[in-house]
């Protein structure tokens, strides 16, 4: 009956319709995350895929996550969309990849080593 009524407040039997992954191009500097639906997925794109994800929340907020882990600029990979220094920049979080303060690439080529 569960299962068939499939009530709101039951969220581990939930039908999952969204679901997503983060397509990008590592190879390309400039490149930014794009998130993708599964339907909207090519095959030829399936090996810059990263995570699949229940829904775009938990997916933005994982990227959320790594970029606050790792210091990155969220102009850079796609998760604010401003002029000038992003916010975590304001906060100390992110090391001004956003206004030039450090290469973009810079945080890439350090984590290599």
């Known amino acids: 009956?569960?299962?068939?009524?499939?009530?709101?407040?039951?969220?581990?039997?939930?039908?999952?319709?969204?679901?997503?992954?983060?397509?990008?191009?590592?190879?390309?500097?400039d490149s930014v995350p794009q998130l993708v639906s599964e339907r909207d997925?090519?095959?030829s794109q399936l090996t810059n895929l990263y995570g699949l994800f229940r829904s775009r929340r938990s997916a933005i907020e994982t990227l959320r996550k790594i970029a606050t882990a790792h210091e990155l600029c969220p102009i850079l990979i796609g998760l604010e969309k401003r002029q000038g220094a992003c916010f975590a920049y304001q906060l100390k979080r992110c090391r001004g990849a956003c206004i030039g303060a450090e290469p973009p690439a810079m945080r890439c080529a350090s984590r290599r080593h």
């Not at 569960?2 to 983060?22: D, F, G, Y």
């Open 1 to 29: 009956m569960i299962k068939q009524l499939a009530p709101v407040c039951n969220r581990r039997l939930r039908r999952t319709t969204e679901l997503c992954s983060w397509h990008w191009q590592a190879d390309q500097p």
């Open 41 to 43: 997925l090519d095959p």
